[in-house]
Each structure stands twice: as structure tokens, then as C-alpha cells.
């Protein structure tokens, strides 16, 4: 009998049996595991989309347990080699915890556990895998001569990428029983880096100079060669920032390249010698020594971004040198090595645009979602409300009162609600609410998959200039057409990328929009429609102003989504108190201390809570004609509600409320 592929009844073996799994989820698991097998194509990688909440972690874990098993029926007494590449160092933890595996299969299996064999995998399944970390005692270079006698090694993305190509290498083989074999198949639980905007800064170099004084022993030969031209290409690379700072008042970003140096020493080939030899040595004083340094060779040979952002009140000075990197050697592709990735916006996230990804929907296994998004109209900017001023506070202060009215009469898990906002207001809401959140700190989380409420305050947005480098990511071309610039010419195209009227401005407005739509799919299911079985009512509030071109545009995608699976859109007005205070803080015409609409609510705050009055008293009062107070009472719909709502029984009488 021939050796056989693994198979879908290898696999569902070890399906955690305590699980009670959808039919949807089944059939995903069914077509992913196909796909694993059999897809050889390694010129592409093969990105599956099943929605968050479908199970993708436990599908890893699961078929991690599948390639260690032995089947004595189909001849398989050998591993299945295995990289796992993940974004998250808990789900590094979680995957990689056999014990845990072990003790939950025991309460599973019962008696048989230890009688028919069941804990001899899943004691052989904690011998066969390893975590890379960086957190540890044991040193990088002992972990890789470890890996080597592990079928499944487990790294995170950030680790993977900062590998040296020769270091890297190493993941892919392994030895088992003193027969030399191949981890073929990789697989990213979560977006890997197809590019990477990187960003050098004077720490960056600071950091790199001091790992090799404090790296470098004395017994290396050309210590000092190595230590005294990277100075040198330090000092002269922080003099040419010094340059490009001083020449503006104003904040500038530009390409530029010394063409003097189109190297980091006089002798690269000796340099890197050198610090190759060393690696373990200067990767303990900076670990991303390697990385940092192949970056500067490249802003070397080819030049960079330089970007310079003055300190004013509410920005925070940065001043750097930026590289858009190309990975896609990282994906060895059209080699012996198969990458898949499991990302469930993958489908609408920009980065992956890319001719290489082959992505696989998995919208037929999406269920109905019991969800209700209410949008509320309001600026919510990171400048607007994180800017410290009155128009801020009273912003955030709205919007918790609002929320507090909606939980109030709330049971049990009804009142508990995950707001999720910007890092800067954490503490803010804090104060207020229970659970809070902010932008870039959820994504893969479970805590809150029993919540059934979410305030979504503001959106993930970032500078235009961002979004240029995600789709130069995307289209290299773009990126090198740079170098063929003038620094003058680059300066007034990023000019214009920043004031949002470059050549480019509908891709990137499309690029933007998409990633907003991606962080705010990842943040909204952390809630109970997580649940493929969810059965309570989901209700998410986000607050944007949906009147702007932007999120116009971002609340049609978002409806668009959702709605084909039940969900249900319902747009409120900015909250009352808000409106009022924006007439209080426009500029009068010339010559005016107030406009109309402001004596009116001036008059109406002085006046004590439950007094009845008059229209011809606020008249006396304010100096306003009655025809005057007629025509600002219809054209101004905040005056002509407030006065609605004041109306008494009696005729002509109204109750400050």
C-alpha cells in the first residue's frame, strides 16, 4: 500500500469535540482543507476570506494536530512539516499549547483517553512544536538549532519579516528520526507584510551604533573599521536631515538621495561581514539591527522619503527617512514552499492588490447577522475631539450622555457596551464606561464576543500620505517613479498628495475608504455577531458625519456589506445640545456682538428651569422685532424645535424645559 495524502476524515479526528459547530463552518473547514492539500501553485498565495467568527484559529489548530498525527492505515508515520506565522503573541500562545489540547481531550475521551492511544498524540504533539520568541532567556540562534527537530514551527509576522533571507531559510526544514525534511506549507493567521512602509529614524541609528560598540568584541577583527563608518555615514546621514529641516519653516516631505554615497562604508562587502558574523552578538543589543542595516543600504543605493512634521500644540514632531520595501521575495514564490493566509477582510483590504494573491471568498458561508448599526451625525475627527478645546469636550460629553440614555434601561448583558475610539480618549471614557477600546488595540481579541452593544466613535483614519505608500505597497512603479524627481518636483507632489489633489486622489480616496471599512469590519466583531449561533440582537452606534463626501461614501460600503445578511441602517441627526452649541460658537456678522439664533438661547439659558413665559417678554428682553424672531424661528430648525418642545396647553405660553 501506497502512502496517502492527509484527508478530510484525518482532519475532523482531531475537530475539538467540545465545539458545536455551524454547518456553514463545516463546510468552510471542508473546502479550506481541500484547498491546503491540494493546491500546489506556489507562484500565487492562495488568502481565504471566511468572516470573523468562522473559525479560522481553531481550523490551524486543528489541522496542526492533523500533520503531527500517525495513520498507520495510510502509511503516514511521518509529520506533515508546518510554519505558522500569526500577528498576535496570545494566539501564538494559544496555538501552540498543547497541554491545554491535551487536558480538555481528556475530559473529551474519558476513560479511553489513555486505554485506546488518544494521549500519545497529543503528548507527541507537544514535542513537536516550537514558538520562536523574543521574550525569552534562550537565545535566537538556540531556538533556530531547535526548531530543526520540530515538524511545526510557530513565529510572529514581525519576527518573520526582520529574518535575514539566510536565517529565514532555516524554518523550512526539519529533521525527523534522522531524515532530513521540508516544511512546504506556511500559513499566516492574519495579513502578512506583502510591503512595509518603513520609517528610520535618529533612535533607529543611535540604536544601531550602540549594539555595535556594545556588540563588537575586542577579539573582532575590524571592530573598529565597522564601529567608525557607520559614525560617519551617521553623522552625514542626521547633517543632510539637519539640512532638509532648516531649508523650511513649514513641514515638508520629498524624495531625496545623496548621490555622493551610493553606500553605508567604503567597503559594504567587509562591513556586512562583519555584522553577519556577529549576529547573535548584536542582535541581543537591538534586534533589529540586521533589518535596520539592509534598510539603509537600500536608502544608500536608491534614496528615500524624507519626512519633517514640525511640533505644533496638538501634532507631535517627527522627523524620518521612509522606505516603501517590497516583500514579495518573502514568499519564495514559484518555489517548493506553498503559502496560504487566513484574513477575513482580505477581500476589501488594499493590500492585498497585489498580482501574486489568489484570494478565495468565503461569502456563501456567511450566516445572517441580528444587527443594527445607527449612525450618528456629528464631526468626530481625531483634530476635532482630541484637540483639548471647549468644542471637544462638549463633543465627548454629548456623546456619553447619549450613551448612557441608550443603556439605561438595559438588563444584564443589555448594559454592558464596548466603546472603541481613538488611543488619545481612553482615559476620557474610561472614567465613564466600563469597557473601552481604542483603534489598532482589538483586532483578534475574544473578550467581548458576548457583547451585544458597541459605541464606534470616530474612524480609524490616517494621513493622505499613508494611503500613497499602502498603494505604492501595491504598485512598485509608483513608488520608483520618485527617483526620477527633483527634490523640488517630489516636494510639490507631496504637496499635493497631503491637500488631497494629486493625480492619484480617487485611487486613494478608494484606498482609503477600504481600509476604514477593513479595521471597522475587524473592530465591530468582536461583538456576539462573532457567534456563528448568535441569537441576541447586536445594536453598534457610530458617530461620523455622514453628510461629508467621505463618509457618505464609507456608510453606502458599510450598508452594502451588511445588508444582503439582514442587517438594519438607521441614521439620527447630531444630538440636540451639539446643534445648540454650534450656534453658539459661530462668528457674528460685522458690526454684531450675536447673531439672533444666539440671543434667543442666550435668553433662554438665563432663564430658570420650569419658568413659564412669553414670546413679547424675550422680545423686551433680547431687543428682537417679532417679524425677526418669526423668520428666525422658520429658518433655523434647532430654534424651531426648541420652541416645539417648550409649547404649553395654554396658547401663547411656553415652559423652559
Known amino acids: 500500500m501506497k502512502k496517502t495524502e492527509l484527508t478530510w476524515d484525518d482532519f475532523e479526528t482531531y475537530l475539538p469535540e467540545n465545539y458545536e459547530f455551524d454547518e456553514k463552518q463545516i463546510e468552510f473547514y471542508k473546502m479550506v482543507f481541500e484547498v491546503l492539500i491540494h493546491n500546489k501553485d506556489t507562484s500565487k498565495v492562495t488568502c481565504f476570506g471566511g468572516r470573523p467568527g468562522i473559525g479560522k484559529s481553531t481550523f490551524i489548530k486543528t489541522f496542526m494536530h492533523c500533520c503531527i498525527g500517525d495513520y498507520f492505515y495510510g502509511r503516514r508515520h511521518e509529520p506533515l512539516g508546518l510554519v505558522v506565522i500569526t500577528d498576535s503573541i496570545k494566539r501564538l500562545e494559544e496555538l501552540s499549547n498543547g497541554r491545554k489540547d491535551r487536558e480538555e481531550a481528556a475530559k473529551c475521551w474519558g476513560e479511553i483517553f489513555e486505554t485506546f492511544g488518544i494521549e500519545d498524540h497529543y503528548r507527541e504533539f507537544e514535542k513537536c512544536v516550537i514558538v520562536l520568541r523574543s521574550n525569552t532567556s534562550v537565545s535566537f540562534e538556540k531556538q533556530l538549532s531547535e526548531q530543526y527537530y520540530k515538524p511545526i514551527v510557530l513565529l510572529s509576522t514581525q519576527r518573520y519579516f526582520m529574518l535575514s533571507e539566510q536565517v529565514r531559510e532555516q524554518l523550512f526544514r526539519f529533521n525527523y528520526n534522522n531524515k532530513p525534511l521540508k516544511r512546504s506549507i506556511?500559513?499566516?493567521?492574519?495579513?502578512?507584510?506583502?510591503?512595509?512602509?518603513?520609517t528610520i529614524n535618529s533612535k533607529n541609528l543611535t540604536d544601531i551604533e550602540s549594539a555595535l560598540y556594545e556588540g563588537l568584541s575586542d577579539e573582532v577583527e575590524n571592530k573598529k573599521f565597522a564601529i567608525r563608518e557607520f559614525k560617519i555615514f551617521k553623522d552625514r546621514l542626521l547633517s543632510q536631515m539637519d539640512e532638509k529641516e532648516d531649508s523650511t519653516k513649514d513641514n515638508v516631505t520629498l524624495y531625496w538621495k545623496d548621490g555622493r554615497y551610493p553606500t553605508i562604508t567604503p567597503n559594504d562587502t567587509l562591513f556586512f561581514e562583519v555584522v553577519e558574523k556577529n549576529r547573535e552578538s548584536l542582535t541581543q543589543q537591538y534586534n533589529a539591527i540586521l533589518k535596520d542595516l539592509q534598510y539603509l543600504r537600500e536608502i544608500a543605493e536608491n534614496g528615500a522619503i524624507f519626512n519633517f512634521i514640525k511640533k505644533k500644540k496638538s501634532d507631535k514632531y517627527e522627523r524620518s527617512i521612509i522606505l516603501v520595501r517590497d516583500n514579495r521575495e518573502s514568499f519564495y514564490l514559484g518555489q517548493d514552499k506553498k503559502f496560504f493566509v487566513f484574513d477575513a477582510t482580505c477581500d476589501i483590504d488594499p493590500r492585498y492588490d497585489l498580482d501574486y494573491v489568489d484570494i478565495v471568498s468565503g461569502e456563501k458561508y456567511n450566516k445572517p447577522l441580528k444587527m443594527t448599526i445607527t449612525n450618528v451625525k456629528m464631526a468626530t475627527s481625531k483634530n476635532v475631539l482630541c484637540n483639548g478645546k471647549k468644542q471637544s469636550f462638549l463633543t465627548t460629553n454629548s456623546?456619553?450622555?447619549?450613551?448612557?440614555?441608550?443603556?439605561?434601561?438595559?438588563?444584564?448583558k443589555q448594559r454592558k457596551i464596548l466603546i472603541v475610539t481613538y488611543s488619545n480618549l481612553f482615559q476620557r471614557f474610561n472614567k465613564e464606561f466600563d469597557y473601552v477600546g481604542y483603534f489598532g488595540n482589538l483586532k483578534g481579541f475574544?473578550?467581548?464576543?458576548?457583547?451585544?452593544?458597541?459605541a464606534h466613535i470616530g474612524m480609524n483614519r490616517y494621513p493622505p500620505t499613508a494611503y500613497f505608500y499602502i498603494y505604492c505597497g501595491c504598485n512598485m512603479d509608483i513608488y520608483h517613479k520618485l527617483k526620477d524627481m527633483t527634490e523640488e518636483e517630489s516636494k510639490n507632489f507631496f504637496k499635493s498628495v497631503n491637500s488631497n489633489l494629486s493625480e492619484y486622489q480617487n485611487i486613494l480616496d478608494t484606498v482609503m475608504l477600504r481600509c476604514m471599512l477593513a479595521d471597522f469590519e475587524q473592530n465591530i466583531f468582536r461583538l456576539a455577531i462573532r457567534n456563528y449561533g448568535n441569537t441576541d440582537d447586536v445594536h453598534i452606534w457610530t458617530f461620523y458625519n455622514n453628510g461629508s463626501d467621505v463618509y457618505k461614501a464609507l456608510s453606502s460600503m458599510i450598508e452594502d456589506r451588511y445588508k444582503p445578511y439582514g442587517a438594519v441602517f438607521e441614521y439620527e441627526d447630531t444630538p440636540e445640545e451639539l446643534q445648540i452649541e454650534k450656534i453658539k460658537n459661530r462668528k457674528p456678522p460685522e458690526g454684531k456682538k450675536m447673531t439672533n439664533a444666539q440671543k434667543i438661547i442666550s435668553w433662554c439659558e438665563q432663564q430658570e428651569h420650569g419658568a413659564v413665559f412669553k414670546i413679547s417678554t424675550l422680545l423686551s428682553d433680547t431687543g428682537l422685532s417679532n417679524n425677526t424672531f418669526k423668520e428666525t424661528r422658520k429658518s433655523n430648525s434647532i430654534i424651531k424645535k426648541m420652541f416645539n418642545e417648550m409649547k404649553t396647553e395654554k396658547q401663547g405660553y411656553y415652559k423652559i424645559g
Not at 186 to 198: G, M, N, R
Not at 403 to 410: A, F, R, V, Y
Not at 446 to 454: L, Q
Open 186 to 198: 506556511v500559513i499566516f493567521d492574519e495579513c502578512p507584510y506583502f510591503s512595509e512602509t518603513v
Open 399 to 412: 456623546i456619553a450622555n447619549y450613551l448612557k440614555n441608550k443603556i439605561h434601561h438595559g438588563i444584564g
Open 446 to 454: 475574544n473578550d467581548f464576543k458576548d457583547f451585544c452593544k458597541m
